[in-house]
């Protein structure tokens, strides 16, 4: 009898630690969040192994700094794009052998762009989609040699910042200043043909910079204002479907913490620099794992969350810990995928996990940034 009484506790626990909750209408998959406990990172603990993919060194090929609003995109099984200061986009295949950059592109003429807002891979016509600041997309292909130029005629606050391909015609478009949603634009009939609201806004601050992500024929979406929804984007009807909530409980910021605030600029304040409470800033969302990136007093913590299981840890990230966990910009299948410069990466990895250590001894300063492929045990 007390065999089956424990039984049927687990079981009830089970049920209720996979529950769905009913919010703002629909049926919503709850991940409580671990923020009671910030564990320093053990790499043996949170990975199987580490793989280091060099980038092609050459005249041609060499990368300076970062650009600021996205570092690079992982096209799985067939592009490393990596975005530099310059507006320069460059294309690895994934052995990290150069195979193109746009830097014969960049100018103001009429097959060219002159600064870059965002960039797209379009999975569906194989070209590099370029936004500029002005509305323009200049579409190219994997050889940077120019396809065609379109004009954005859609109405805006301010201006579109982010980008994604969703069809073959199809773009969803991001302006910073309308919160909680985006548009459909139609390049075949030259206008945007609807607008898609999302709930579970918390704050106005714009900070993850990849809204969208297309793995597995499933279009993952994570909104780039703070926001505890994560949803999955039904390209049929040309709607977001409800799919996961992340709910950090008491220690995670809400809606609530910030009412009394009147501005944006007032609610950013609080959070970054008066706030006790763990404040969503950037999310991946894959098949099996949501990284996500937590700000709290001016430090930077990273919790990693098994979709299937909802184990999940957050771990700290400071300057004297042994290693670090990266700022990943991908996550696919059990995969995190970070960039890292030569002389950072003692900081990212553990060398007892890596695949290929006899690397390690032929790191560089001069070299390109590394991809570094983190295989996710738990």
């Known amino acids: 009898m007390k065999k089956e009484f424990l039984a049927l506790s687990f079981i009830l626990l089970f049920i209720i630690s996979c529950k769905e909750e009913k919010k703002d209408g629909v049926h919503t998959n709850t991940i409580a969040i671990n923020l009671n406990q910030i564990y320093e990172p053990d790499f043996k603990e949170i990975f199987n192994s580490i793989e280091i993919c060099p980038l092609e060194v050459s005249d041609s090929s060499f990368i300076g700094k970062f650009f600021s609003r996205k570092r690079a995109i992982y096209i799985p099984g067939k592009f490393y794009v990596v975005i530099d200061a310059n507006y320069v986009i460059h294309l690895f295949d994934m052995n990290g052998k150069f195979i193109s950059n746009s830097s014969k592109c960049i100018g103001q003429g009429p097959k060219e762009y002159f600064i870059l807002q965002d960039v797209a891979y379009n999975h569906v016509n194989n070209t590099i989609d370029i936004l500029d600041p002005f509305g323009n997309v200049t579409i190219f292909d994997p050889h940077f040699r120019y396809v065609s130029k379109i004009k954005i005629k859609a109405q805006t606050k301010d201006r579109f ?12 478009l991001f302006d910073d200043t309308e919160r909680g949603s985006f548009i459909i634009y139609d390049t075949s009939k030259n206008e945007a043909i609807k607008k898609v609201t999302y709930p579970g806004l918390i704050a106005e601050i714009s900070a993850n910079s990849t809204p969208f992500t297309y793995s597995d024929h499933t279009f993952y979406f994570v909104p780039p204002e703070v926001n505890d929804q994560l949803f999955i984007y039904n390209k049929d009807e040309k709607k ?21 605030f009147t501005t944006t600029k007032e609610a950013s304040e609080f959070i970054f620099q008066d706030s006790y409470k763990y404040t969503p800033v950037d999310r991946l969302y894959g098949q099996k794992y949501i990284i996500s990136t937590y700000f709290n007093q001016q430090k930077t913590f990273i919790n990693i969350c098994n979709i299937t299981t909802h184990s999940n840890k957050t771990f700290k990230r400071e300057e004297n810990l042994r290693y670090n966990l990266p700022a990943f910009f991908s996550v696919v299948g059990n995969i995190g995928y970070a960039i890292v410069y030569p002389h950072d990466v003692e900081k990212f990895v553990d060398p007892e996990l890596v695949i290929n250590k006899n690397f390690l001894a032929t790191i560089k300063e001069d070299d390109n940034p590394y991809i570094i492929k983190y295989s996710i045990k738990f």
């Not at 910042?161 to 015609?169: E, H, I």
């Not at 709910?247 to 009394?260: E, Q």
């Open 161 to 172: 910042r982010k980008l994604f391909v969703l069809d073959k015609t199809q773009y969803a």
């Open 240 to 260: 977001l479907i409800p799919s996961i909530r992340m709910n950090g409980g008491k220690r995670s910021i809400s809606k609530a913490d910030l009412v009394h």
